[in-house]
């Protein structure tokens, strides 16, 4: 989709809707910015929407109110899922979202917010800032005239909550379950029957069984939502999203306009946010493990070997024809899966490797 | 010790010496504040002196000249091991270096920058950031008057090069080895002739059998270092340093005299150059692994299970009698501890668990 074409479609209507209702679009007064931010998270949602406002404090305080940034939260101005046109538009101009939120507009996305089987959250930001990332999310973005900035990351999610036993990728044929993306994908592929629910309804369809199975976050947000009480079993390892990008993304138009200072600022801002929100779902999923297994007494299950590398093998078939059907997206994954080779024989002897040995059952304090 | 003791120290000498030679104070002209970084490094040097580059570069742009920081390599103006003396004095404002280095000053130091055993570069950040981390390393630096960042991470490092194998932690017994810090501590215990030399007679050193190993940093220094040519084998993994933060510390009367459109820029470019660095040292660690392996042949080897076993259990003793030596320190290492704990427990169903199955052996694009 070219970037007229997508200018022409709903989103004018919207973000004029936007407007009318009271928005009024700032101006620049005496060298001073007021932008706003859109988000397609609820005000202060845990992890995901602090990254939001921590980008907007860092902006705001660094340049002394020469640029100043006001976060909404989803729906305020626009609805969370029509964040990318209010930006691209200009009706207003700045969002905070995750890329494959746009997937719909632009495939390309999808394998730039995240990867079954792809890159943990290290890897994915030496991919951005030292492996050609940043260029190809740009040239992705700019078909929806933004600017892109890597704002945040998961790292490492689970692999969901499970009501049925997964002994072997058989298990899937037929599993009722909400997994959305590129995950979806491949459990369709595995034959389970692919759902989507708002966040508010995956307790209740779990428990009256009208669903088998929920993928959603890690410890920290699922122990917030209390899927601990309607699921059996915590399935790992997290092998549909290793980790997932979070997208901050600025009008092109304004982003030109800005001067180098406030340029320099807002990208130093982003790189902070992106440390520190790994940083956050780090810290706090650490925490949240221990109270779900410790005092909710949840069960661990960890896929067998044989399923992983069944489900390997079928990630690696259904993402080269997912990636196949748009020139963009196909550059994307082609770049992404070259430098996961080379990550995963790194990863073998360093993190991965180290990791390994730490969990080994010897003495140490603590 | 204490401000006071330290004040009175060699450092004023250096720092007097190095205000004749011509380095001459800046003033604050205009609010226009012009800053030196003196370094660790020599400058530019791959991966720890391109994040002294990169900090000096965003705090100058964002700030639009109003904090220009200017980068001297080691020995410009005081040596490398000097230069919190100079900082700490206000000989100069600003370092860059790794909190190591100042372990004679400061014992804390040495479990700030890293730990045998001890936490990832994800798992340091998020104890810095969301654990104590930094509170616990501000007191610290303080005693040596200076504010502190974390400004950079190397990651997982490797485990050395040997010219002898090792089966059991027995083979450590009567080894030469080059290792700096707490992992020479432990294999001290473990009966090794630990010593120290420069860079430069590292080489030499390896191929005339005067040492029979070496603990240098990981596949991009070490290829750059040309290591390869004298050694017979890589070890892995990187136990003894499994992230070593790189630290950004200022005097503090300079930083609490800074307004706080200053204060954010300097504190959000620190955060950028933590992400930066840590995708530089992921990136070309990925890339010069490969060479090494593919170009040069270099045989990798892992330490055995047993032999990761001893160490980790003796790592365990090692680090407590030396903290135990130290009030600070001590406090520092209890957070260190209690943090990776629960980091154990997560890693191993979390970026752990998941490397563990993306490593499995089943077809894969890339």
């Given at each position: 989709?070219?970037?007229?074409?997508?200018?022409?479609?709903?989103?004018?209507?919207?973000a004029t809707a936007a407007l009318a209702s009271g928005f009024a679009k700032p101006a620049i007064a005496q060298g001073a910015r007021e932008w706003r931010m859109v988000t397609t998270w609820p005000k202060n949602y845990p992890g995901l929407g602090t990254g939001a406002e921590l980008l907007a404090?860092?902006?705001?305080?660094?340049?002394?109110?020469?640029?100043?940034?006001?976060?909404?939260?989803?729906?305020?101005?626009?609805?969370?899922?029509?964040?990318?046109?209010?930006?691209?538009?200009?009706?207003?101009?700045?969002?905070?979202?995750?890329?494959?939120?746009?997937?719909?507009?632009?495939?390309?996305?999808?394998?730039?917010?995240?990867?079954p089987f792809g890159l943990t959250a290290q890897e994915q930001n030496a991919w951005f800032y030292y492996a050609g990332g940043q260029e190809l999310a740009d040239k992705a973005y700019a078909e929806l005239n933004c600017k892109?900035?890597?704002?945040?990351?998961?790292?490492?999610?689970?692999?969901?909550?499970?009501?049925?036993?997964?002994?072997?990728?058989?298990?899937?044929?037929?599993?009722?379950?909400?997994?959305?993306?590129?995950g979806g994908e491949v459990l369709k592929a595995a034959g389970a029957n692919v759902v989507n629910l708002p966040g508010g309804e995956l307790a209740p369809a779990l428990q009256t069984g009208s669903i088998d199975a929920v993928?959603?976050?890690?410890?920290?947000?699922d122990l917030a939502f209390g899927l601990y009480k309607s699921a059996k079993y915590y399935v790992n390892p997290g092998w549909y999203e290793p980790a997932t990008v979070l997208d901050n993304f600025i009008n092109l138009d304004a982003w030109n306009e800005l001067p180098d200072d406030l340029k320099a600022i807002v990208e130093a801002a982003n790189k902070a946010v992106n440390v520190m929100v790994m940083s956050e779902f780090t810290a706090r999923n650490n925490d949240a493990l221990k109270?779900?297994?410790?005092?909710?007494?949840?069960?661990?299950?960890?896929?067998?070997?044989?399923?992983?590398?069944?489900?390997?093998?079928?990630?690696?078939?259904?993402?080269?024809?997912?990636?196949?059907?748009?020139p963009l997206a196909?550059?994307?994954?082609?770049?992404?899966?070259?430098?996961?080779t080379q990550s995963v024989a790194w990863s073998k002897i360093a993190e991965g490797?180290?990791?390994?040995?730490?969990?080994?059952?010897?003495?140490f304090p603590g």
């Open positions: 989709m070219k970037r007229r074409q997508f200018l022409s479609g709903a989103a004018v209507a919207g404090e860092y902006i705001t305080k660094a340049s002394e109110g020469r640029l100043t940034v006001k976060v909404f939260g989803a729906g305020e101005i626009v609805p969370a899922f029509e964040a990318i046109e209010a930006v691209g538009t200009g009706a207003v101009e700045m969002g905070h979202g995750a890329p494959y939120y746009w997937k719909g507009k632009l495939p390309a996305t999808e394998f730039i917010a995240s990867m892109f900035f890597a704002s945040g990351n998961t790292a490492a999610t689970m692999g969901g909550w499970y009501n049925k036993e997964i002994n072997s990728i058989e298990d899937f044929n037929g599993l009722k379950i909400r997994i959305p993306g590129l993928d959603w976050v890690g410890p920290y947000n109270t779900l297994v410790d005092k909710h007494n949840v069960e661990l299950r960890r896929l067998s070997d044989d399923t992983i590398l069944a489900l390997g093998k079928l990630t690696g078939e259904v993402l080269s024809d997912v990636a196949s059907r748009d196909k550059e994307v994954f082609d770049s992404l899966v070259k430098f996961r490797g180290f990791m390994q040995a730490r969990a080994m059952d010897y003495p």
